[in-house]
């Protein structure tokens, strides 16, 4: 089951700036930095709360590390903003995944990826989904 938004995407072209833009704004003080070669992206996950749950929301900072990255692509044709959502699952992701699937949705991965902190990942295409990125996560 999709259980909760566990991130919102947003590509940047300066990530230490609009980390801090994040920070001095709003307040979200718990930074992790990551860089995901895969992905061709470096990353800023901000936590925003913590739930009775354990489970937390997040924004996710990205900027490409090479001009071959997804990311890249994307910030040279629309400019910095809102590039995915990403749903938190409660089970197994690939489970998820293939259900959707199922449904005549394209998934991106035939196997999970690696995400941050460990978590493993995949993606809807967006064209599937009324134009938005999507993105499973199943925490590690
Ligand atoms: N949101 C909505 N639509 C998007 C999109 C996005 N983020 N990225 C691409 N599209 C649309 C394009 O606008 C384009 O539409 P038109 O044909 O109408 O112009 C179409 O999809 C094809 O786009 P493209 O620029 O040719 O891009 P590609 O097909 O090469 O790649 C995608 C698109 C989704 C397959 C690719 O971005 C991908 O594999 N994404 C998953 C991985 C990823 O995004 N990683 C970075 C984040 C990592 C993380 O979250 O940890
Ligand atoms: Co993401």
Redesign the pocket.
């Known amino acids: 089951m999709l259980t909760r938004i566990d991130?919102i995407?947003i590509?940047c072209h300066d990530l230490e700036a609009t980390v801090e833009f994040y920070r001095e704004t709003y307040g979200f003080t718990d930074v992790h930095f990551e860089v995901?070669e895969e992905?061709?992206?470096r990353?800023a996950m901000l936590k925003i709360n913590e739930t009775g749950d354990g489970a937390a929301a997040y924004i996710?900072l990205?900027t490409p590390i090479r001009e071959d990255?997804?990311?890249a692509?994307?910030l040279a044709?629309?400019g910095e903003g809102v590039?995915?959502i990403?749903f938190g699952t409660d089970g197994d992701v690939q489970e998820e995944a293939d259900g959707i699937a199922g449904k005549g949705v394209r998934v991106?991965y035939e196997q999970p990826r690696r995400?941050?902190m460990g978590s493993r990942?995949t993606?809807l295409?967006?064209?599937d989904?009324h134009?938005?990125?999507t993105?499973l996560v199943q925490k590690s």
């Open positions: 991130h995407g590509a995901n992905q061709g992206v990353e996710q990205i990255s997804t990311v692509k994307w044709k629309n590039h995915h990403a991106l995400g941050s990942i993606f295409h967006p064209k989904c134009g938005v990125l993105e």
